[in-house]
């Protein structure tokens, strides 16, 4: 079978969606249910439909593309990513999955390829975490990892909640619809890119994922005492944004001291208030993110930036509130889907390293549904969620080619 993409016309969908965007290119900003998500989910949709894909749409806005396999009492193989995008993002992140996706499977429709396993694309709802502070709503949801309560309490910076944004998006039912049953489909493989240096500095084709790191989130509220900056004598102050200064910092120092080279930890979130340079800042929000490779050690620094948290709070005066966003283990990805996966790459003649995603995905949920994998694709520098941002067009017929071949092995 004589498979072709179509490089060119997938990076001019890639460079259409970019367009859709709440700030001037080349910077990719469409934060959930937002307009231009809305306009993006409306773009991709669109594209789906004149590949000949059957659409459905669950409670929480998950979009699902179906192409119907010649047997149907045989469970489907899926594929799948995102197109929200954090502020100041660029136009490959989650996109190459999505847009990847639909070219695969146009180039399978071309070679006149029937698969007997349907294959479907999901397209993930608020894969970033820029709404509600917690990433992965969507694949969260459908992996029965959040429960229905905790994602009713999800409010946005605003105090709107989930069921608010559900209304904007258009999305009707109930979100116990949303989980899917164990096994519904025969495996799962999600195409992205790298989002880090290797695959470039090794001059590497292809990666294969075994395992995903393990994430967590903190927010925290922090309330001091205001006053005007030349009045309020230095001994007496209570600055909630020094203190959230001081806990920075603190995360700095239990990512760099845990012993594991995969610990990161970030303070991505820092508001103040006022906000004014000749006022002292009364409140202060923080949102942490913290990730390992390992539980064990990726835990030892979450205990230990709360416990500063307490400690700088207290010495300080401040008053504060503290939440666990998510604190998720890590997902092994199915050897025999690894090993598949691998030997498809192989035999296009691709260079391929196995390797651990130190970014989350959709896919570290979807490990709890079903076999799941990943394929990597270099991308430059590393760089992402950032507008320079990017993969060529030669790297991403790359990684499109090898997930229609794992389509065609897996569904045929």
């Not at 039912?173 to 899917?180: D, F, M, R, W, Y």
């Not at 509130?321 to 691998?342: H, Q, S, Y």
């Amino acid at each position: 079978m004589k498979i072709s993409i179509n490089k060119n016309r997938l990076q001019k969908k890639i460079d259409d969606l970019a367009l859709i965007t709440e700030a001037a290119p080349p910077v990719v900003t469409r934060v959930l249910f937002s307009e231009s998500d809305l306009r993006g989910r409306a773009f991709v949709k669109n594209l789906c439909r004149e590949a000949g894909l059957v659409l459905r749409e669950d409670a929480v806005g998950n979009i699902f593309a179906h192409w119907e396999g010649t047997d149907k009492t045989l469970p489907a193989v899926a594929t799948g990513s995102h197109i929200d995008a954090i502020p100041n993002a660029g136009k490959y992140d989650g996109v190459v999955g999505v847009l990847g996706a639909i070219e695969a499977i146009r180039a399978l429709q071309a070679a006149g390829f029937q698969p007997k396993r349907s294959i479907e694309l999901i397209i993930f709802t608020s894969e970033e975490p820029t709404r509600f502070g917690i990433g992965c709503l969507g694949s969260r949801l459908l992996g029965g990892v959040l429960s229905i309560e905790r994602a009713a309490a999800l409010r946005d910076h605003d105090g709107k909640d989930l069921e608010f944004w559900r209304a904007q998006g258009g999305c009707t039912g109930s979100l116990e619809s949303v989980k899917l049953p164990k096994d519904c489909y025969a495996a799962f493989v999600e195409l992205h890119i790298e989002q880090g240096p290797i695959l470039e500095a090794e001059n590497v084709d292809i990666g294969v994922v075994e395992k995903i790191a393990a994430p967590s989130t903190l927010r925290l509220q922090l309330t001091g005492v205001g006053g005007h900056a030349g009045a309020t004598l230095m001994p007496g102050r209570r600055d909630a944004g020094l203190a959230a200064a001081e806990i920075a910092l603190a995360v700095e120092k239990a990512a760099t001291t845990t012993g594991s080279p995969d610990t990161v930890g970030t303070t991505g979130v820092f508001r103040i208030e006022p906000g004014a340079v000749n006022s002292v800042p009364c409140r202060a929000w923080l949102e942490i993110d913290l990730r390992d490779t390992l539980v064990k050690t990726r835990d030892v620094a979450l205990v230990q930036i709360e416990a500063a948290v307490k400690e700088i709070c207290t010495r300080r005066k401040i008053e504060f509130t503290m939440e666990r966003l998510n604190v998720d283990p890590p997902a092994i990805c199915d050897a025999k889907l690894v090993g598949t996966t691998e030997v498809v790459a192989k035999t296009l003649n691709f260079s391929v390293k196995r390797m651990i995603s130190r970014a989350y995905h959709d896919s570290l949920f979807m490990a709890q549904v079903c076999p799941t994998t990943m394929i990597f694709i270099p991308c430059f520098k590393g760089y992402s969620h950032r507008p320079d941002e990017f993969s060529s067009p030669e790297q991403i017929e790359k990684g499109v080619r090898v997930l229609a071949d794992s389509f065609a092995e897996l569904a045929g």
